[in-house]
C-alpha cells in the first residue's frame, strides 16, 4: 500500500507570494491533518479534514487555508508569505477522525521564504 | 495556555544503556498522549496512551500515563545506535468551536553511541 505522499518536496518563494501544497493520503484514509515544524517552534497543528469539511483547526492566521477533494486528497494554501512561514510542512492521514494512534505522517514539503 | 514540555532536550547514551525520556502536559479536556520517533524524516507512531496507569509496551519501548500527575514516560531498554532520533510527544485536546487540538512537545534528541 502506497504512502502519504506530498507535493512538492521543495519550494521557494519570495515575501507576498501565495504557495499551495499538495497531500495525498493513504488509500482509504479520509481524514488528512496538516503540520507545520520548524526549529523554534517544533511541530505544530494547523488543521484537519475529514469527508471535505474541515473538523479541527489549531491556532494558526487566516493567511493559512486547506480544502479536500471528494477523494480526500487535500490542498494548504498559504497567502501573503512572510519569512517566518519557512517551514517544513507534513500532512498525515488516518482512517477517520478521533486518536491519533493511526496516523501516517508523509515525507513533507521544506518551504523556503525569501 | 496548553503545553507541552519534554525533558531532557537532549540525552547522549551508550548501545546497551536504558533511558527514560519524559514528558509533562496542561491541557484541558485532555483526549490522549501520543508517542513519535523522527528521524531524518517525517514522525512515525510509536504509542497512543488515553488511560492512565496502563503501560504500553512494544519490544524494548514502553511507556506510561499517570493523568493525575499529568506526564507521560518513554521507556527504551538495551538502546542501539538505531534508536538515534527525536522523539515527540503530543497531546490530544478537546477545545471548544475548534475542535481536538494537538500540542507538541519540541522533543528529546538520543544519540546512541555505539
Known amino acids: 500500500k502506497a504512502g502519504v505522499t506530498q507535493t512538492p518536496r521543495y519550494l521557494i518563494k519570495t515575501r507576498g507570494q501565495q504557495v499551495t501544497l499538495s497531500c495525498s493520503p493513504i488509500?482509504?484514509?479520509?481524514?488528512v491533518s496538516w503540520y507545520q515544524q520548524t526549529p523554534g517552534q517544533g511541530l505544530q497543528f494547523l488543521f484537519e479534514?475529514?469527508?471535505?469539511?474541515?473538523?479541527n483547526k489549531g491556532n494558526f492566521p487566516g493567511r493559512f487555508s486547506g480544502r479536500q477533494f471528494s477523494n480526500s486528497r487535500s490542498e494548504m494554501n498559504v497567502s501573503t508569505l512572510e519569512l517566518g512561514d519557512s517551514a517544513l510542512y507534513l500532512c498525515?492521514?488516518?482512517?477517520?477522525?478521533?486518536?491519533?494512534?493511526?496516523?501516517?505522517f508523509g515525507p513533507g514539503t521544506r518551504l523556503l521564504v525569501l | 495556555e496548553d503545553k507541552v514540555v519534554q525533558s531532557p532536550l537532549s540525552l547522549v547514551v551508550h548501545e546497551g544503556d536504558t533511558v527514560t525520556l519524559n514528558c509533562s502536559y496542561e491541557?484541558?479536556?485532555?483526549?490522549?498522549l501520543l508517542w513519535y520517533k523522527q528521524e531524518k524524516k517525517a514522525p512515525t507512531f510509536l504509542f497512543m496512551l488515553?488511560?492512565?496507569?496502563i503501560e504500553k509496551k512494544s519490544g524494548r519501548l514502553s511507556s506510561i500515563l499517570d493523568k493525575k500527575e499529568l506526564f507521560s514516560i518513554l521507556n527504551i531498554t538495551a538502546t542501539q545506535t538505531g534508536d538515534s532520533a527525536i522523539y515527540l510527544c503530543?497531546?490530544?485536546?478537546?477545545?471548544?468551536?475548534?475542535?481536538?487540538?494537538?500540542?507538541f512537545g519540541t522533543g528529546t534528541s538520543l544519540t546512541v553511541i555505539p
Open positions: 498525515a492521514s488516518s482512517p477517520s477522525v478521533g486518536p491519533r494512534g493511526d496516523q501516517y
Open positions: 488509500s482509504g484514509h479520509r481524514s
Open positions: 479534514y475529514f469527508s471535505e469539511t474541515q473538523r
Open positions: 491541557v484541558t479536556n485532555f483526549r490522549s
Open positions: 488515553t488511560s492512565s496507569g
Open positions: 503530543a497531546v490530544e485536546a478537546y477545545v471548544r468551536d475548534t475542535g481536538n487540538q494537538f500540542y
